[in-house]
């Protein structure tokens, strides 16, 4: 697969005619092409023309290279002796805005992590505003150990300037350019990338790792997609469960399905159902702006409240997804196919019937959600297919009814159907034993291992840190111990007692755009001194989504969001505060509530693990590395003792955290 539209040596670009060049880019140009463009083009090859003369005959140029996690393309690449140049250029610009210099940063950094042959180079991002002042341009020296430059600022004239001074300051063997194009891309996108890229029409290897993590995804989604068809052939209905171990793919799969059959006229048309609000929010948001964005880079002017309307059709709330439903009791959904992300979530028939009385007012609802939604499927007269996208070990929310009772719903009330089940249902952790010893009996079911993605996608360099934090929780410090040394070096873990220092560490870390954040427990109803406070709604959209310059993002840490607001998302980095409601005892976990004006203790069983797997979600946020914050406690307040705070700080620095 091609990842450029134009590519030559700069000997030869030299002698090639402008015109001769722009026919590449547009014969490659997948969209019309328009004047601005066309102008932009131009001027680009003029001021490369000019630089390569001078500086750059022995390199190798790129020109729109694409970058698929981001969704976007470099206006140019040079390999020129040891270093890759990311150029970006702001035609008809004099100043050089921070957005510009995060954009090219990103680009530099996502060649430095995901593709193979730029791990060893030095790359030097540049942006390039063609109406700035001429100022000498200033590089300094990698700050984080990997041999990415910041960003240098140029106009059409210093550019030469400052390429001749990197290669001149970082010398090494040159690039060999066949080699370095032909390196694997294996980029490990947030679940917001992903959809974001799906939806304009990349593939799945495009956006994933190329290993046994790509084909692992791709097969699995090739396994339902043969399904859909024999259903469909054949006048079926069929109940699918797709299993993973933590963050291998399992929600990319079901987006993947979503967007590949997104055309309501189309014989698959598929919705990708979430009971996660936040994240259909932020997911419809994300896709909706960089799609008016796209548009409006075209020159077709585009209102966003109409897209959003496009991208509510294909990812909607299962709740919603539920009531819409509730009005016509026999009408089909106009979907065939209706994806269920963490369906495990989905409701049991006492927390649906109570639902029901008080919100809908239908007393005496006889059905659990898991049985009325595949009702509602049921309702399609030939046929219809179910897909559940399956988790396990962070239930955080009462009323969960378990993978178990889609499994019992299909045995009690829908016999017709087939079952294809992975054959890691079994596994413990999905908790689904005796009903899969029940249904092992029925006449159309299929367990299958193509169903099931056993290599994690999270993160580059958070492949262990899920198995670090189940020990962390399970107060096993010397396994804990041994898994955070294997991530000391690419995942730094830090503790402090001081919120401002993490927060700090926090800016010195991210670069470019990172996102990072200040995430607590929805327990954490003692860090309001801090200036944390949980009560406040704080609306996720413009927590995850806006930029460095809007207060209510992520980026201002100051406000604040919990592990109902950050499941099933990610960010680069976090700080985890640690309030007093999840205390490190001689005698183990201790879990608190705080009510009135003092901490009451949870007894329930249940509650307790509803507390430890929210601090579970809430340490696994993080795709590049996170400081925990433990408060030192106040002498003088009885709800914030020392004694509260101490002895979970001890416990996280004995495993090995760095204190800061």
């Known amino acids: 697969m091609q990842r450029y539209f134009y590519s030559d040596t700069a000997a030869r670009f030299l002698t090639r005619d402008t015109d001769l060049i722009l026919g590449v880019l547009a014969k490659n140009n997948p969209f019309p092409l328009d004047a601005t463009q066309r102008d932009a083009w131009v001027e680009e090859i003029d001021i490369l023309k000019s630089t390569l003369a001078s500086v750059g005959r022995d ?14 393309r470099v206006d140019a690449i040079l ?14 610009e004099s100043t050089f805005p921070l957005s510009a210099r995060d954009q090219v940063w990103d680009y530099a950094i996502d060649l430095k992590n995901f593709h193979e042959t730029s791990h060893d180079c030095v790359l030097s991002p540049i942006v390039v505003a063609t109406n700035a002042k001429d100022h000498p341009p200033l590089i300094g020296e990698p700050e984080h150990g990997d041999r990415v430059l910041e960003p240098i600022n140029c106009n059409a004239r210093t550019l030469r300037d400052a390429i001749s001074t990197v290669v001149a300051k970082f010398s090494g063997s040159a690039i060999d350019a066949q080699h370095w194009q032909t390196g694997r891309y294996s980029p ?6 992903a959809a974001t890229a799906l939806y304009n029409g990349h593939s799945v290897a495009e956006i994933s790792r190329s290993d046994a993590g790509a084909i692992n995804l791709t097969s699995t989604t090739d396994a339902l997609e043969d399904i859909l068809r024999w259903a469909r052939a054949n006048t079926r209905k069929a109940i699918c469960f797709v299993t993973g171990v933590p963050g291998a793919g399992k929600t990319l799969v079901g987006l993947n399905v979503a967007t590949r059959h997104i055309d309501k006229d189309e014989g698959l048309h598929s919705v ?5 609000g936040p994240l259909v929010a932020i997911m419809r948001e994300a896709l909706a702006r960089d799609k008016v964005r796209h548009e409006r880079e075209r020159g077709r002017k585009v209102k966003k409240g109409e897209t959003l309307s496009e991208v509510k059709m294909f990812i909607q709330n299962v709740h919603h997804f539920r009531d819409e439903c509730l009005v016509d009791v026999d009408r089909p959904p106009i979907e065939h196919v209706a994806i269920f992300d963490e369906a495990q979530r989905a409701w049991n028939h006492q927390q649906t019937a109570d639902f029901m009385r008080r919100k809908k007012n239908r007393p005496n609802f006889e059905r659990s959600e898991p049985e009325f939604l595949i009702s509602c499927v049921d309702r399609h007269p030939e046929w219809g297919v179910v897909i559940c996208l399956v988790g396990g070990g962070q239930e ?16 009690r009330s829908f016999p017709d159907w087939h079952l294809f ?3 890691r249902l079994t596994d413990s952790e999905y908790a689904a034993g005796e009903a899969i010893n029940k249904v092992r009996m029925h006449p159309h079911v299929e367990f299958r291992d193509e169903l099931h993605l056993s290599v994690s996608m999270r993160s580059f360099r958070a492949e262990n840190v899920s198995a670090f934090v189940k020990d962390l929780l399970d107060l096993d410090a010397a396994r804990a111990r041994e898994h955070h040394e294997q991530l000391r070096d ?5 503790i402090t007692r001081d919120l401002q220092r993490a927060k700090n560490w926090l800016r010195q870390q991210a670069r470019g755009s990172e996102r990072y954040g200040i995430v607590v427990s929805s327990e954490a109803h003692r860090l309001r001194p801090h200036a944390i406070d ?10 995850f989504l806006d930029g460095k310059d809007d207060v209510r993002s992520s980026y201002y840490l100051e406000d604040v969001v919990t592990e109902f607001q950050v499941q099933g998302l990610e960010l680069d980095w976090t700080c985890v505060t640690w309030d007093a409601d999840f205390r490190h005892t001689e005698l183990g976990w201790s879990h608190w509530s705080f009510h009135g004006n003092r901490w009451k203790r949870i007894k329930k069983r249940e509650r307790q693990e509803y507390l430890k797997n929210a601090y579970r979600v809430l340490l696994t946020r993080a795709r590049q590395g996170m400081v925990i914050v433990v408060p030192e406690g106040e002498p003088e307040d009885p709800t914030r003792r020392a004694g509260f705070y101490d002895g979970t700080f001890e416990y996280l620095r004995g495993v090995g955290m760095a204190v800061i």
Do not use: C, M, Q
Not at 81 to 88: D, R
Not at 272 to 276: D, H, Q, R, T, V
Not at 534 to 543: G, Q, S
């Open 59 to 72: 390199g190798h140029l790129y020109l729109e290279f694409s970058i698929p996690r981001l969704g976007k």
């Open 188 to 193: 490990t996108p947030t679940i917001i990338e």
């Open 421 to 423: 089940i992975s054959s």
């Open 79 to 92: 390999l020129l002796g040891a270093i890759v140049f990311v150029i970006e250029f702001k035609v008809g």
């Open 272 to 276: 990708f159902l979430s009971g996660n």
């Open 490 to 494: 690419r995942y730094p873990i830090v």
């Open 396 to 411: 955080i929310n009462t009323g969960e009814a378990g993978i178990s009772e889609w499994i019992d719903s299909v045995l």
């Open 534 to 543: 949980v009560r406040p709604k704080v609306n996720p959209i413009h927590w």
